[in-house]
């Protein structure tokens, strides 16, 4: 038991010193070369920690090991820039001018709702209000908000229609049926929902339409009775 617990701070020791090395990028936004050798280290370590027959210096050369690749590989990422791309991989412009990239969200396999959900976070709650958006290499979203966005934000919008399909949950939640949105889409030229990659809707009657492989649009309607939310 205490040739465990010995072996085991002495692997902490090692591993909180390789880490400090790695610089502070690598305890907060990784690139995926880096969450890579993380995972590795993670495994290395448990194996002499948790098996007494292994010799510790096996564990230790290892994470040595992979520090030391690791520094070769950031070396790579900052000195040659054609390879930066392969390694780190590129920020991915999902929303523009136009709305949304609908080929850009499935190369990273998201769809409109995690989109959306991004935006939520960032504090950003109408796809109207914002000019671009990408998600970073490591991750991150990223968004540049119009000047005026906050004037387009005066009510939450649920999303109606995702990638052709009507979200049931939602109509059922605002109190209006399909075929109250198909005449919408009906009057604004759009024949089949499966054209639609996202209709939302605000509780003061405006609408965010975009038809797959076209700009988007907003439109301002009325419900039914003048009902608002």
Same mark, same amino acid.
């Given at each position: &038991?205490?040739?465990?617990?010995?072996?085991?701070?002495?692997?902490?020791?090692?591993?909180?010193?390789? &880490?400090?090395?790695?610089?502070? +990028?690598?305890?907060?936004? &990784?690139?995926?070369?880096?969450?890579?050798? #993380?995972?590795?280290?993670?495994?290395?370590?448990?194996?002499? &920690?948790?098996?007494?027959?292994?010799?510790?210096?096996?564990?230790?050369?290892?994470?040595?090991?992979?520090? %030391? =690749?690791?520094?070769? %590989?950031?070396?790579?990422?900052?000195?040659? @820039?054609?390879?930066?791309?392969?390694?780190?991989? $590129?920020?991915?412009?999902? %929303?523009?001018?136009?709305?949304?990239?609908?080929?850009?969200?499935? +190369?990273?396999?998201?769809? %409109?709702?995690?989109?959306? !959900?991004?935006? +939520?976070?960032?504090?950003?709650?109408?796809?109207?209000?914002?000019?671009?958006? =990408?998600? *970073?290499?490591?991750?991150?979203?990223?968004?540049?908000?119009?000047?005026?966005?906050?004037? #387009?934000?005066?009510?939450?919008?649920?999303?109606?229609?995702?990638?052709?399909?009507?979200?049931? @949950?939602?109509? *059922? =939640?605002?109190?209006?049926?399909?075929?109250?949105?198909?005449?919408?889409?009906? @009057? !604004?030229?759009?024949?089949?929902?499966?054209?639609?990659?996202?209709?939302?809707?605000?509780?003061?009657?405006?609408?965010?339409?975009?038809?797959?492989?076209?700009?988007?649009?907003?439109? $301002?309607?009325?419900?039914?009775?003048?009902?608002?939310?």
């Amino acid at each position: &038991m205490v040739l465990v617990i010995i072996r085991t701070a002495i692997i902490f020791i090692v591993l909180l010193v390789i &880490m400090r090395l790695m610089g502070k +990028r690598q305890i907060g936004e &990784m690139q995926p070369f880096e969450l890579v050798i #993380t995972l590795l280290i993670a495994e290395l370590a448990c194996i002499p &920690m948790s098996d007494a027959s292994i010799p510790l210096l096996y564990g230790l050369v290892s994470v040595v090991a992979i520090y %030391v =690749l690791h520094e070769i %590989v950031t070396l790579i990422d900052l000195k040659v @820039k054609p390879l930066k791309s392969l390694i780190s991989g $590129k920020p991915s412009l999902v %929303v523009n001018k136009n709305g949304i990239d609908d080929y850009q969200l499935k +190369r990273n396999n998201l769809d %409109v709702s995690d989109l959306i !959900e991004s935006l +939520r976070t960032a504090g950003y709650f109408s796809l109207d209000s914002i000019d671009y958006a =990408l998600y *970073e290499s490591n991750g991150q979203f990223s968004a540049l908000p119009k000047q005026d966005y906050e004037e #387009t934000q005066t009510s939450l919008p649920l999303v109606i229609i995702d990638n052709g399909k009507f979200d049931k @949950k939602n109509l *059922e =939640l605002i109190g209006l049926g399909e075929e109250f949105f198909r005449g919408v889409l009906e @009057k !604004e030229g759009v024949k089949s929902v499966k054209k639609v990659l996202v209709l939302t809707a605000d509780g003061t009657g405006k609408l965010y339409l975009q038809v797959k492989k076209q700009k988007f649009k907003t439109i $301002k309607i009325e419900y039914p009775g003048g009902k608002t939310w």
